[in-house]
């Protein structure tokens, strides 16, 4: 099974940057993607970046352009790099790996963009 431990997020100003980290580990090989998820305060879950073993990448139309997604040489590790934040940013922002024909989750990192 794989285990997901993400890190960054925190509170920055609108149009700052901050980059996200998920760390795959059990067994990170079989991953074919990673990406995040982000949940705004009293609204649902939605995919915001995904990355796979080709290095393709995805975005919501909402973050194209401000933010990237990307993966290290042995594929255990995937960043998230979002610039130019917005409010509308503000979310609690899930990691998960696709292995196995199944989803695993990180534990949420908070990401609150606000002057």
């Known amino acids: 099974q794989v285990q997901l431990v993400e890190s960054g997020g925190g509170l920055v100003q609108p149009g700052g940057s901050l980059r996200l980290s998920c760390t795959a580990s059990?067994?990170?090989?079989?991953?074919?993607?990673m990406g995040w998820y982000r949940q705004p305060p009293g609204k649902e879950r939605v995919l915001v970046a995904t990355?796979?073993?080709?290095?393709?990448?995805s975005y919501a139309d909402s973050v194209k352009g401000r933010f990237t997604i990307s993966r290290d040489n042995a594929k255990n590790t995937a960043i998230l790099q979002m610039d130019s934040l917005k409010p509308e940013d503000t979310a609690v922002y899930y990691c998960?790996?696709?292995?196995?024909?199944?989803?695993?989750w990180g534990q949420g990192t908070q990401v609150t963009v606000s002057s």
């Open positions: 998960y790996a696709y292995a196995y024909l199944r989803l695993s």
């Open positions: 059990g067994s990170p090989a079989s991953i074919v993607a």
């Open positions: 990355i796979n073993n080709s290095d393709q990448t």
